[in-house]
């Protein structure tokens, strides 16, 4: 059965901290990796990765995918209490069917 | 910019009702999905279009149907809302059955 796994399910750091979100995945016919972040209601792009080992950057956030061992991370440094929201993972499958991962709820204290 | 709207972004209902959740995008895209999404449960495909008038059932098609008249517009219909189906509901749109574009939100109350 095809699974996206986040971890942790839930963070809270100091502003100025930095975090690693994992995103760890088994699915048959991998096709890309996407970040979301929801803040309020409506989840909003950051990142699509396909290949392995290739960083791709906005600002203090990024992001890479390894395929061979199956996950992505994705990196905030010098966190900021903007960046409270729930981040989501999402893997695209050759068939276009999306799968979710139930996405790491982060909290910036000030 | 793109843009999908939903037309409520808090709703309540009583049980038994039928219940319209609309969904506009602007950007001319071919391919639109209403997904659910609960604490603990993440997002879940309800159904989605790949064309007009077409729909393929999600993962939880139950209790739920579609309709796409029009590119622009993908409605979610709830027949004989339940309790169960007090949910926060998300419309997205893609161009390439990717990158998906995500509406506000319906936050749904069943009573």
């Known amino acids: 059965e095809d699974k996206v796994v986040q971890s942790p399910l839930s963070l809270v750091v100091h502003e100025g901290d930095t975090v690693t979100l994992n995103c760890s995945y088994e699915?048959?016919?991998?096709?890309?990796l996407l970040w979301y972040k929801q803040e309020k209601k409506a989840p909003t792009f950051l990142f699509m990765l396909t290949s392995s080992g290739i960083e791709k950057k906005s600002g203090r956030l990024s992001s890479i995918l390894d395929k061979k061992e199956l996950f992505s991370i994705l990196n905030i440094t010098a966190t900021q209490t903007g960046d409270s929201a729930i981040y989501l993972c999402?893997?695209?499958?050759?068939?276009?069917?999306?799968?979710f991962g139930k996405g790491t709820r982060l909290h910036i204290l000030p | 910019d793109v843009k999908v709207t939903q037309s409520s972004r808090y709703l309540v209902k009583r049980t038994g009702e039928k219940v319209f959740l609309e969904c506009v995008q602007d950007m001319d895209h071919e391919n639109m999905f209403w997904y659910r999404q609960d604490p603990g449960l993440g997002l879940r495909l309800i159904y989605f279009?790949?064309?007009?008038?077409?729909?393929e059932k999600g993962d939880i098609p139950e209790g739920y149907s579609v309709s796409r008249e029009k590119k622009e517009r993908f409605s979610l219909i709830l027949e004989s809302a339940s309790t169960n189906q007090t949910s926060m509901y998300l419309c997205?749109?893609?161009?390439?059955?990717?990158?998906?574009?995500f509406g506000s939100g319906t936050q749904l109350s069943v009573l």
């Open positions: 279009s790949y064309d007009v008038k077409m729909k």
């Open positions: 997205a749109s893609s161009a390439n059955r990717e990158k998906l574009f």
């Open positions: 999402a893997v695209v499958k050759g068939d276009d069917k999306i799968i």
């Open positions: 699915v048959t016919n991998f096709r890309s």
